[in-house]
């Protein structure tokens, strides 16, 4: 068997990690003050395009309603 196969260690035969353990890839941590502004604004893009889905919805289903349904009775 092929010694290069085998993934369990790499060639320093050093435990292998996760590229967030090291400090350089970690995004800077923000301050407390910072975190309560961003958080008290809460989730207004997530409300925006449920709004924007919701609306799809109803316009689709007012026109299948206004254009199929009522046109057979």
Same mark, same amino acid.
């Given at each position: 068997?092929?010694?290069?196969?085998?993934?369990?260690?790499?060639?320093?035969? +050093?435990? $292998?990690?996760?590229?967030?353990s090291?400090?350089?890839? !970690? &995004?800077?941590?923000?301050?407390?003050?910072?975190? @309560? +502004?961003? $958080?008290?604004?809460?989730?207004?893009?997530?409300?925006? !395009? &449920?709004?924007?889905?919701?609306?799809?919805?109803? @316009?689709?289903?007012?026109?299948?309603?206004?254009?199929?349904?009522?046109?057979?009775?």
């Open positions: 068997m092929n010694e290069s196969a085998d993934t369990s260690s790499n060639e320093l035969d +050093e435990p $292998l990690s996760s590229a967030a090291h400090p350089d890839h !970690v &995004a800077d941590p923000c301050g407390r003050k910072t975190a @309560i +502004e961003t $958080l008290r604004r809460g989730p207004i893009g997530a409300v925006v !395009v &449920a709004s924007i889905a919701t609306a799809c919805v109803l @316009i689709i289903w007012y026109a299948f309603y206004f254009f199929a349904y009522i046109p057979r009775t």
